[in-house]
Nanobody
Framework: QVQLVESGGGLVQPGGSLRLSCTAS????????MGWYRQAPGKERELVAT???????NYADSMKGRFTISRDNAKNTVYLQMNSLKPEDTAVYYC???????????????WGQGTQVTVSS
C-alpha cells in the first residue's frame, strides 16, 4: 500500500503565495514521476505541473511563470510553490505519483486526498 498525503492549502488573497507539499509513504521501492492536478467546482480535473525523478518539469500554460514544482527524492516529497495567485486558481489540488511498489515490483499511479486552495479577498 502507498499513501500520498498533501498539506499547505488554505485561504489566500489575490496576489499572494502558497506552498503545497505531498509526501509518499508505504511500501515504496521507487517514486517515478510526481505531479499536481487541480479541480475547480463544476470543472474537470486538469494538469498543473509534473516532475520526473531526474528533475525535468512540465507545466500547464496558465501556470508557467507563477508556479514552481520541485521535489526531494530522499523524502519522496513533491512541492508546488504558487505565486501571484488569482481567484481562478481556486480549486482542490491533488498530488499524483507513479510508484514502483516494493516486494511486488508493480507500478501504481496514486492520488492524494486533495487540499483546498481558495484565492479570495
Amino acid at each position: 500500500q502507498v499513501q500520498l498525503v498533501e498539506s499547505g492549502g488554505g485561504l489566500v488573497q489575490p496576489g499572494g503565495s502558497l506552498r503545497l507539499s505531498c509526501t509518499a509513504s508505504g511500501s515504496i521501492f521507487r517514486v517515478n514521476a510526481m505531479g499536481w492536478y487541480r479541480q475547480a467546482p463544476g470543472k474537470e480535473r486538469e494538469l498543473v505541473a509534473t516532475i520526473t525523478s531526474g528533475g525535468s518539469t512540465n507545466y500547464a500554460d496558465s501556470m508557467k511563470g507563477r508556479f514552481t514544482i520541485s521535489r526531494d527524492n530522499a523524502k519522496n516529497t513533491v512541492y508546488l510553490q504558487m505565486n501571484s495567485l488569482k481567484p481562478e486558481d481556486t480549486a482542490v489540488y491533488y498530488c499524483n505519483a507513479e510508484v514502483l511498489q516494493a516486494l511486488v515490483l508493480l507500478t501504481t499511479h496514486c492520488w492524494g486526498q486533495g487540499t483546498q486552495v481558495t484565492v479570495s479577498s
